[in-house]
Antibody, heavy 115, light 107 residues
Framework: QVQLKESGPGLVQPSQTLSLTCTVSGFSLTSYHVSWVRQPPGKGLEWMGVIWTGGSTAYNSLLKSRLSISRDTSKSQVFLKMNSLQTEDTATYYC?????????WGQGVMVTVSS | DIQMTQSPASLSASLEEIVTITCQASQDIGNWLAWYQQKPGKSPQLLIHSATSLADGIPSRFSGSRSGTQYSLKISRLQVEDTGIYYCLQRYSNPWTFGGGTKLELK
């Protein structure tokens, strides 16, 4: 079955770079696109960006200067890197597969930005 | 960027009551609108896709409708398990955008 699972550090220092991995199973990254979505504590959802089946990407314009999404199709992994982290980047980060009739999400990983 | 204005921000309703949540898109998004429910500490779950189509396994008391650029989620007979936060999501154009959310509680 379709599964997505995020992994990464729970704590990142301000001004540092966040690196997260989304490991997927049950589907190929060359057949389905994968997005990253984040949610600050007690707040709403924010779409961050997507990596398409061909490997191209699209980003939220508010994050574009700091964000990079890439993948390793052989390992079924999607990567998120975001630099210059600030406390307001504290959030649960989800990877998700959005389709016309579907919406699969990982369990999320909580990332705290703090010194 | 397309703005999705969701209302109300919070809602308290009684069991069996009819509940309606709306999302107003700032421009045409066709039927590229989905509704999600999120329970505390959980990932969002798809309820409605393509503005009006019920996702697999979702009870038929949930329904979606569209009138121009206004989209609505209706719960016909509120149940205890329907409490949570509801979000709309447009995927018509990048950046995809969520509504601000509606927190639904039982009265």
């Amino acid at each position: 079955q379709v599964q997505l699972k995020e992994s990464g550090p729970g704590l990142v220092q301000p001004s540092q770079t966040l690196s997260l991995t989304c490991t997927v199973s049950g589907f190929s990254l060359t057949s389905y696109h994968v997005s990253w979505v984040r949610q600050p504590p007690g707040k709403g959802l924010e779409w961050m960006g997507v990596i398409w089946t061909g490997g191209s990407t699209a980003y939220n314009s508010l994050l574009k200067s700091r964000l990079s999404i890439s993948r390793d199709t052989s390992k079924s992994q999607v990567f998120l890197k975001m630099n210059s982290l600030q406390t307001e980047d504290t959030a649960t980060y989800y990877c998700a597969r959005f389709g016309i009739r579907e919406g699969y999400w990982g369990q999320g990983v909580m990332v705290t930005v703090s010194s | 960027d397309i703005q999705m204005t969701q209302s109300p921000a919070s809602l308290s309703a009684s069991l069996e009551e009819i509940v309606t949540i709306t999302c107003q898109a700032s421009q045409d998004i066709g039927n590229w609108l989905a509704w999600y429910q999120q329970k505390p500490g959980k990932s969002p779950q798809l309820l409605i896709h393509s503005a009006t189509s019920l996702a697999d396994g979702i009870p038929s008391r949930f329904s979606g409708s569209r009138s121009g650029t206004q989209y609505s989620l209706k719960i016909s007979r509120l149940q205890v398990e329907d409490t949570g936060i509801y979000y709309c999501l447009q995927r018509y154009s990048n950046p995809w955008t969520f509504g601000g959310g509606t927190k639904l509680e039982l009265k």
